[in-house]
């Protein structure tokens, strides 16, 4: 096994340790250095190739890093015409318009496109958002989709082996054809991915039109009875299991009490005569 390099600098990239405390996703984090918002130890960097430890002083737009918060995860039923983005170039309302006041900072988990509502995990933690993120999870995304028009099984049946749009693989997705309504179709659709609208872009090329599409779960989070526009907190303990994470309590074990001396059993005592009492 080789050896660590003893030049490699200690501690994290400074884009990196910005996302875990919340102030940015990574991406976003490194186009702030480069515009110069950040300093490390009172100087400004402009590049994003640099480690840094909790021991250096850091400044973002002249404002002390805080200390890092504990991780939290939210379910948030999103709303139709909102985007899922910090900013829109088009002056679009955000899902961060029409979340509580008293929310913290916080990133989406991927995202649902201005026409999609339902599911959308929100997190003040850019470890948590990469962990939920990566392809490797391989997590199923499940989506209540309405169609224009009679889809029949053998019609879907492309999207349930995979299928190529316009440059892009779609690999294959679980799809469950519910029931008609009118001149829709219900169906359900599973998916591993979420490439950018994925679901619109596989269904217009076997010839059906998406008129309103709901995430109804991601992974193991539901989205329910959450009514739309509200926000709910996962409870730490599910959030630790069911990503994996350790408990506060895991990272440093208890040291032993000190072991307890055993009392020797002491014989029974009889009860003391009383003066002047003869004894039967």
Not at 120 to 132: A, E, Q, S, Y
Not at 244 to 272: M, W, Y
């Amino acid at each position: 096994m080789s050896k660590p390099d003893p030049a490699t600098p200690k501690g994290d990239r400074i884009a990196k340790l910005l996302a875990r405390a919340g102030v940015a996703s990574r991406r976003e984090a490194e186009r702030m250095i480069e515009a110069g918002r950040v300093t490390v130890n009172g100087q400004q960097i402009t590049s994003p190739a640099l480690n840094v430890t909790e021991a250096d002083s850091i400044t973002v737009d002249g404002k002390p890093l805080a200390a890092r918060d504990p991780a939290r995860l939210w379910l948030f039923h999103k709303p139709t015409g909102l985007v899922s983005t910090d900013r829109d170039e088009k002056g679009r309302s955000t899902i961060y318009s029409a979340l509580p006041e008293d929310m913290p900072r916080v990133m989406s988990v991927g995202r649902l496109d201005l026409n999609s509502e339902g599911l959308l995990l929100l997190t003040n933690d850019g470890g948590i958002k990469r962990k939920l993120e990566l392809p490797s999870t391989g997590w199923l995304r499940r989506y209540r989709v309405r169609v224009n028009g009679r889809p029949t099984d053998p019609q879907l049946d492309p999207l349930r082996s995979g299928l190529t749009v316009e440059g892009d693989h779609f690999q294959p997705m679980t799809v469950t054809l519910d029931r008609q309504q009118g001149a829709n179709a219900w169906l359900t659709i599973g998916l591993r991915e979420g490439k950018n609208r994925e679901i619109r872009r596989a269904l217009g090329d076997i010839g059906l039109s998406v008129n309103r599409l709901i995430r109804i779960s991601y992974g193991p989070f539901q989205l329910g009875e959450l009514k739309s526009g509200a926000v709910e907190e996962v409870r730490p303990r599910v959030m630790r299991d069911q990503l994996g994470l350790e408990s506060p309590g895991d990272r440093a074990p208890k040291p032993p009490g000190k072991p307890q001396r055993k009392r020797r059993a002491r014989p029974p005592q009889t009860a003391p005569r009383r003066p002047g009492r003869k004894t039967p």
